[in-house]
Nanobody
Framework: VQLQASGGGLVQAGGSLRLSCAASVRTFARYAMGWFRQAPGKEREFVAA????????NYANSDYGRFTISRDNAKNAVDLQMSSLKPEDTAVYYC?????????????????WGQGTQVTVSS
C-alpha cells in the first residue's frame, strides 16, 4: 500500500485547507483510513479516521466540528477538509491505512503511512 498526501500549505488563522490522500492499492475499500499530525517537538497525534465504507468516522476532540474526513472508494482517495484553522493546527499531516473495517485512533494500529504534507497556520 502506498499513500500520497497532498494539499498542505500556508493559510491564515480562520482559513481552510483540504488535504487529500491517494492510495495505491487494489482493495482500498477494505482499509480504514486515518489522518494524524505531528508538530515540531511533539508526538504524532490522531486527527480523524473513517471506516472502510465511510459510514463511521471519529475525530479528535480538538478537531470536532472544524474538520471533516471523507473518502471516495472509487477514486482510492480520502480527504480531510479543515476549516477555522488555528495556529496550533500547524503540523505535518499524515494519512494512514489499516487493513480492517474498524476505525482506530492510535497510530500503532496503522501499518501504512504516507509521506506527510505540511500545514502552517499563521496568526
Amino acid at each position: 500500500v502506498q499513500l500520497q498526501a497532498s494539499g498542505g500549505g500556508l493559510v491564515q488563522a480562520g482559513g481552510s485547507l483540504r488535504l487529500s490522500c491517494a492510495a495505491s492499492v487494489r482493495t482500498f475499500a477494505r482499509y480504514a483510513m486515518g489522518w494524524f499530525r505531528q508538530a515540531p517537538g511533539k508526538e504524532r497525534e490522531f486527527v480523524a479516521a473513517i471506516s472502510w465504507s465511510g459510514a463511521s468516522t471519529n475525530y479528535a476532540n480538538s478537531d470536532y466540528g472544524r474538520f471533516t474526513i471523507s473518502r471516495d472508494n472509487a477514486k482510492n482517495a480520502v480527504d480531510l477538509q479543515m476549516s477555522s484553522l488555528k495556529p496550533e493546527d500547524t503540523a505535518v499531516y499524515y494519512c494512514a491505512a489499516r487493513h480492517s473495517t474498524v476505525v482506530e485512533t492510535t497510530s500503532n494500529e496503522y501499518a501504512y503511512w504516507g509521506q506527510g504534507t505540511q500545514v502552517t497556520v499563521s496568526s
